[in-house]
């Protein structure tokens, strides 16, 4: 839905661009994510760490590489929305964590 009001406001480039910037973003993190819960408790601790280190350096070496196919392999495209779509997405994942953690502390407190 939101694709379709980008694409009608901002035009088709904008709006793939954006959808591009996303899905940079969105692919490395759920690989991370993937990576490091995998393995629980304490016994696992040597791995979840060294899953961490390796998540991470796939996380980053992949977001180079899709920027690059993406600046590179798509013409015409709006780098502008790319990049800005991209720290939205990173922005949006950080107050969604900070927003839960809250939630999680407040039913805490009241017992729940």
Do not use: C
């Not at 196919?69 to 013409?75: C, E, N, S, Y």
Request: charged share 10%.
């Amino acid at each position: 839905m939101a694709a379709l009001v980008l694409f009608l406001l901002l035009g088709g480039v904008a709006a793939y661009s954006i959808l591009l910037g996303g899905f940079i973003s969105i692919v490395p993190n759920s690989y991370f994510a993937w990576k490091v819960f995998r393995f629980r408790g304490a016994q696992s601790t040597a791995l979840i760490v060294k899953s961490f280190y390796a998540g991470e350096t796939g996380k980053l070496i992949m977001t180079g590489v899709l920027f690059a196919l993406v600046f590179a392999g798509i013409k015409p495209l709006n780098e502008l929305a790319v990049i800005v779509s991209f720290i939205l997405t990173i922005i949006v994942g950080l107050i969604a964590t900070a927003w839960v953690n809250n939630e999680r502390n407040r039913s805490n407190q009241a017992g729940l």
